[in-house]
């Protein structure tokens, strides 16, 4: 049976959150307009498409965006309201696919493949998927359609503001070939003068460039850079903690930086969540993390978990491997929200014949765990990986 192919959509809002303040203040529009914290280690949130012809763009220090354009306007950042409009932006999503992915307050992914039979071609549900939106909000937005997530998002920055570009599994090669490298999600502003250095200036020159050339660069990490610049690209659309998954998340007061809490945090919700799994009988397939940075961006790492398992060690591990990944590429993020879900969820599981004792340990000590926990209360008990977070909750408290 021939597998159907996907099509699968990225949707941005244009200039979001400045998109936004010019729709709420009309004598904005059309100016070079700064939404960003104003103080002296403030940081630009969005800018509008006016001040990016100066070089002005999100997460520069203001300092560096207002020498770069003196005049800009600048505002203080209103998310509450950003937040109001999203959620009108993602009800119209939902009206076309619950395959849903939100990356942040304007961004997702969306898997219409079972919808075309009943709403049209991928091209048609976007068009209406804009015309809805603009409708609604008085906001445009850019969508990318493609055969998978990788060049959809490609796409969708392609014609900005207001565009819309329908790339085939045919026309992959050719829409991606005449690239610059910097349009692949990955390589980044310390990686690309250095491909640049050796020859590599297209994706097709990525595409095509030997083993030996790229390691060089990317180390073991080669074959999947190649991989992208081909376009390929196999990532389900994940709908943001639905039905099918039992997860644990938490919006933190103080925005978080430490790595040390942050993976303090992510065990103390592992560990509810691993709980929910075996309180409902289940046993996971797939971990998922789900971070958000203080400025709402939003991102999930995902990674198989054979055989299945509840045991909270196992489940904890892998999300902590997520995690870890994740700051490897952004060190420095502040995190406003942590949380972990499970999914792939079955009854049944692969026995490992050479790992029964260490698979008997962690039975055994995750039932006690949840016995006392039942009897005494759910915090009667702490694992000692979370003690750092537990701690500072009672240090805040206080």
């Known amino acids: 049976m021939t597998p159907v192919a996907r099509v699968i959509l990225h949707v941005d809002m244009d200039a979001f959150y400045a998109s936004v303040e010019a729709l709420d203040n009309p004598e904005l529009r059309g100016k070079p307009l700064i939404v960003g914290g104003l103080g002296g280690r403030g940081v630009v949130a969005a800018a509008s498409y006016e001040v990016r012809r100066f070089g002005v763009h999100s997460a ?79 906001l445009t937005a850019s969508v990318g359609v493609a055969p998978n997530k990788l060049v959809a998002k490609i796409a969708s920055d392609l014609r900005k503001p207001d565009g819309l570009v329908v790339v085939t599994e045919a026309d992959v090669t050719a829409l991606l070939d005449p690239l610059p490298i910097r349009r692949l999600f990955g390589i980044g502003a310390k990686t690309w003068p250095r491909l640049e250095g050796i020859g590599i200036q297209t994706l097709r020159d990525l595409r095509l460039a030997e083993d030996a050339v790229l390691k060089t660069v990317f180390g073991r990490y080669a074959g999947r850079i190649r991989a992208r ?35 303090a945090e992510l065990a103390r919700l592992a560990d509810r969540m691993a709980e929910r799994v075996r309180r409902q009988g289940w046993l996971a397939g797939r971990v998922i993390v789900k971070i958000r940075r203080k400025d709402f961006k939003t991102y999930t790492r995902q990674c198989i978990v054979q055989p299945a398992t509840d045991h909270t060690s196992e489940l904890a591990h892998a999300a902590a491997r997520l995690l870890d990944q994740w700051l490897q590429q952004q060190p420095r993020a502040a995190i406003r929200l942590l949380g972990v879900g499970a999914s792939g969820l079955t009854t049944s599981q692969q026995i490992d014949l050479f790992d029964v004792p260490a698979t008997t340990r962690h039975r055994h000590l995750d039932a006690a765990v949840d016995d006392i926990r039942a009897k005494f209360g759910a915090t009667a008990l702490t694992r000692a990986s979370s003690l750092e977070a537990v701690a500072a909750r009672v240090t805040r408290d206080r």
């Open 229 to 263: 610049a081909a376009g390929i690209d196999d990532r389900a659309v994940i709908a943001d903690w639905d039905e099918k998954q039992i997860s644990a998340e938490e919006t933190f007061d103080v925005d978080l930086t430490d790595h040390a809490r942050l993976h």
């Open 60 to 138: 520069m220090p203001m300092r560096e965006a207002l020498r770069r354009c003196p005049h800009a306007i600048c505002v203080p950042p209103r998310f509450s309201r950003y937040q109001s409009v999203s959620r009108t932006v993602f009800g119209v999503f939902h009206e076309f696919t619950p395959l849903v992915q939100g990356l942040s307050l304007d961004e997702a992914f969306l898997d219409v493949t079972h919808s075309l039979a009943a709403l049209g071609s991928g091209e048609k549900i976007a068009t209406d998927i804009k015309q809805r939106i603009l409708a609604r909000t008085g």
